[in-house]
């Protein structure tokens, strides 16, 4: 009897996420690529989700643009010494 009630009440749960939150990372594909490991011939895989590997591509981008600048606003001037 207990074990008709269960499955009767699993069979009327939804299907979907429980959570809001759930949902929205179901939304959010994972995105795998392969990295080397720096020092070495070895990779590995690593998956993140869509919009946190747009995050940290975006965050080395400005990194980049950040280095870039601070190294030309101090960087010598270049030409013939006087």
Do not use: N
């Not at 959570?19 to 990779?43: F, M, N, Q, W, Y």
């Amino acid at each position: 009897m207990f074990g008709l009630l269960l499955a009767a009440a699993v069979a009327a749960a939804p299907a979907g996420p429980a959570t809001p939150a759930a949902a929205a990372k179901t939304a959010d594909p994972l995105v795998c690529h392969v990295e080397p490991i720096e020092g070495s011939r070895i990779t590995h895989k690593v998956c993140l989700h869509a919009s946190e590997d747009a995050r940290r591509r975006q965050e080395a981008r400005d990194m980049i643009v950040r280095l870039q600048g601070s190294y030309t606003a101090t960087a010598p001037m270049m030409g013939p010494m006087h």
